[in-house]
């Protein structure tokens, strides 16, 4: 089952501009992780913000993580449109360490 | 990082044949694998959890003698799609997570995906 939900759903943006998509779940964690998908591909892990963590940058990401409100954001600046994909946050959940996906985010970058 | 490799990338086959997906860890060993269904433009539903060396554990509603899993090594684990139908089409993706790295506070490394085409 879905860990959360990711809004927006879809995001359009110019090449240049930030590009912000954030994720609510359910359950305590340990971490949160983030991943892209190019359209018809596996997932390529991004950043992983663990709980005792409230930002994290690598590059041109910044993730943000609020364990209060069960929520997180990733950042995305100065986009291109190699950009262009499909975000998901995940969670780790069960006793096997599964990675549960929220609803991700299609972000379009246009040049 | 590490490499999964996922084969085949995409197969079509005709409705009660069987298929069967590879997913193989190239540089690293997995004791677990996991393997993923994901409908077009929607989030990936996990469908079990691989174990090397024992059974699979199946997520709810999902059919375990259809979906046939093999872990016979630390580096491979099989998906067989017993009996296709064209409500199994879809794309299975498969992950894995270094042995060496511990069991759970570090990324994933996923297959390039499996497209499944049941005609």
């Known amino acids: 089952s879905q860990q959360g939900e990711e809004d927006p759903q879809a995001l359009s943006i110019q090449e240049g501009e930030n590009a912000t998509m954030n994720c609510s779940y359910k359950?305590?964690?340990?971490?949160l992780q983030w991943y892209r998908q190019n359209s018809g591909r596996g997932l390529v892990h991004l950043i992983l913000i663990r709980s005792n963590e409230r930002e994290k940058h690598s590059g041109r990401l910044r993730v943000t993580l609020d364990t209060s409100k069960k929520s997180s954001s990733l950042l995305i600046t100065a986009s291109r449109a190699a950009d262009t994909a499909s975000y998901f946050c995940a969670t780790l959940s069960g006793s096997a360490r599964q990675l549960t996906f929220g609803s991700g985010t299609q972000l379009t970058v246009l040049p | 990082g590490a490499v999964v490799s996922q084969h085949p990338s995409w197969v079509i086959c005709k409705s009660g044949t069987s298929v069967k997906i590879e997913c193989r860890s190239l540089?690293?060993?997995?004791?677990?694998m996991f393997w993923y269904r994901q409908f077009p433009k929607q989030s990936l539903m996990l469908m079990a959890t691989?174990?090397?060396?024992?059974?699979?554990?199946?997520e709810q509603g999902v059919e375990k003698d259809k979906f046939l899993i093999n872990h016979a090594s630390l580096t491979l684990s099989t998906l067989t799609v017993t009996s296709a139908h064209p409500e199994d089409s879809s794309f299975y993706i498969c992950?894995?997570?270094?042995?060496?790295?511990?069991?759970?506070?570090?990324?994933?490394?996923f297959g390039q995906g499996t497209r499944l085409t049941v005609v």
């Open positions: 992950s894995a997570r270094d042995r060496q790295r511990g069991s759970g506070n570090t990324e994933a490394f």
């Open positions: 540089d690293f060993q997995a004791t677990t």
């Open positions: 691989s174990n090397e060396g024992s059974k699979a554990t199946y």
């Open positions: 359950t305590s964690i340990n971490n």
